[in-house]
């Protein structure tokens, strides 16, 4: 039979590519994953590592494990989450991921209402931007993401369709100009507009939107500088160094000292949106959370 123990050290080995490295990682000692990697291949009854000097390297069973391995662990969480919660213990964790303007904005009321109304549930929060943060949710490492597309749309992107996806709000995008650009008392401009302009982008897919819109446009933007901290784009548009877009969102989480907003048209949104595994859903700890997520960005409409 194989354990979830064993599919933890797999990973681990399989991550950082030794016994070693996988030993720091899961705080035990080397001769503790040599022991827990031969039971598994015991179970298994196949090879599931090669050794190569001091790396190691997975054999296809071990890849097929290990892809799978994500799957069983969410689904063994959930087990345990829900039998908790059936047996009266009023407790949980939840692990969770958001981009740095969800971090700032949406995050903060949910989490506040969660330890208001569940003082015994563990939140955790890290950052990350999607798809890392997607990435992150399939592998096992989150419990729930903070994510967003561009385009907008009531059905899941292919992307996310193997996911619980839960729309939160549209966040329209601004544009920013330094105080004494020339469209600065402008209450809307055309991106034809800033077509030469020296431009300042945001995170890679944030990038990648930025040029498309501007292509569709009929420019290609010169772009100067490219950053993924929110308030160091808006620091270099009030320096003056060249102009950009950013959502709402990321516009509220900073002080816009230096820069004015202007309406962009024609409309640039991306769409905010809360994503979990269909087992992590019913866990009453990670149904709790969504809940307050979607109260926040309720709120934060208004």
């Given amino acids: 039979m194989i354990e979830a123990r064993h599919l933890r050290v797999l990973r681990a080995v399989a991550g950082t590519g030794s016994f070693s490295a996988a030993a720091r990682e899961l705080g035990c000692t080397q001769p503790a994953v040599s022991q827990q990697m031969k039971a598994l291949e015991q179970s298994a009854g196949t090879p599931l590592l090669i050794r190569t000097g001091r790396e190691m390297r997975l054999t296809q069973a071990g890849e097929a494990l290990v892809r799978h391995a994500a799957g069983i662990l969410a689904g063994l969480t959930a087990a345990e989450e829900e039998v908790a919660a059936i047996a009266g213990l009023r407790a949980g964790r939840v ?25 015994g549930t563990r939140i955790s929060l890290v950052e990350a931007e999607p ?67 020296p431009w300042i982008a945001g995170c890679p897919r944030c990038r990648r939107h930025l040029v498309e819109v501007c292509e569709s446009a009929g420019f290609t933007p010169r772009i100067d500088f490219a950053t993924d901290d929110y308030p160091a784009v808006v620091g270099l548009v009030g320096a003056g160094l060249g102009v950009a877009v950013l959502p709402e969102l990321a516009v509220e989480s900073v002080r816009a000292k230096g820069v004015s907003t202007l309406v962009v048209e024609p409309a640039v949104e991306r769409e905010v949106v809360a994503l979990t595994l269909p087992d992590l859903a019913r866990v009453p700890a990670v149904a709790a959370t969504l809940a307050e997520l979607e109260r926040a960005a309720r709120a934060a409409r208004h």
């Fill in 95 to 119: 692990r969770l991921v958001s981009f740095p303007s969800g971090s700032s904005t949406l995050v903060p009321t949910a989490l506040a209402a969660m330890r208001a109304e569940h003082p």
């Fill in 131 to 197: 798809p890392r943060s997607v990435e992150m949710l399939r592998e096992g490492d989150c419990d729930l993401a903070l994510a967003f597309r561009y385009g907008g749309g009531s059905a899941p992107s292919a992307e996310w369709e193997d996911l619980v996806v839960r729309p939160l709000l549209t966040d329209r995008l601004v544009g920013l100009v330094p105080e004494g650009h020339r469209l600065a008392g402008a209450e809307r401009v055309g991106m034809a507009e800033l077509a030469d302009e």
